[in-house]
């Protein structure tokens, strides 16, 4: 594997970077949302992780609700198989190769879609898509809940939301533009909680419901 990849971004950026990227979440404070949106998700069933990295949400969600089915999934195989590393022991948990916008599952398999910090990194067209297969493989009543930077944040949430602010994928996070592109897709969206975080500028939180 090489650096270079034409249509998707490494966990870390960069492939050289990927062994440091479990410390940069933890130095970021991402443990206290992962619990945040493992909370606010009531998780049952059948449960999907799109762009699961090297599988911290995937694996902590499994160990907070160890009767539900979990399956992680990605587009980069190196931070795949870290997932797979830390998911060895625990049953009902599985990580498999796939993008957002092209996900191999059936129509309305499962109860819960869970994204973390995924969806800024991608572009206005490939957002569209995501949207539309989480809405295809979510059942009815299914929901879809999410946390990234964005929502209505402005310059005072901090040097990490300026620095934010300046890249062209994240103008699609801002506002009411992560609502609008899931109520486009035919899910109910809205916001549950948003915060100011010192190190990651503004975190906001999303439960989307298939009607």
């Known amino acids: 594997m090489t650096d270079y990849h034409p249509d998707y971004l490494p966990a870390a950026g960069r492939d050289g970077f990927l062994p440091a990227y479990d410390q940069l979440t933890r130095a970021l404070g991402m443990g206290a949302a992962y619990n945040t949106l493992i909370s606010q998700a009531e998780l049952t069933g059948k449960v999907l992780e799109i762009g699961c990295g090297t599988g911290n949400l995937t694996v902590r969600a499994k160990l907070a609700q160890p009767g539900v089915e979990l399956i992680g999934c990605d587009p980069d195989p190196l931070a795949l198989a870290r997932a797979r590393r830390k998911a060895q022991g625990l049953t009902g948990i599985q990580f498999e190769r796939a993008y ?112």
């Open 100 to 211: 957002a916008q092209r996900l191999p599952f059936a129509d309305g398999e499962f109860d819960r879609v869970l994204s973390s910090m995924m969806l800024h990194h991608l572009d206005q067209d490939t957002k569209v898509a995501a949207a539309a297969e989480i809405a295809r493989v979510l059942r009815p009543g299914g929901r879809l809940h999410l946390v990234d930077v964005g929502g209505h944040m402005t310059r005072q949430d901090g040097v990490v939301a300026r620095y934010m602010l300046r890249g062209h994928h994240i103008n699609g996070n801002l506002g009411d533009a992560i609502p609008r592109l899931l109520s486009d897709a035919g899910l109910d969206c809205t916001q549950v909680a948003t915060q100011r975080r010192r190190r990651l500028g503004r975190l906001s939180y999303y439960r989307a419901v298939r009607t």
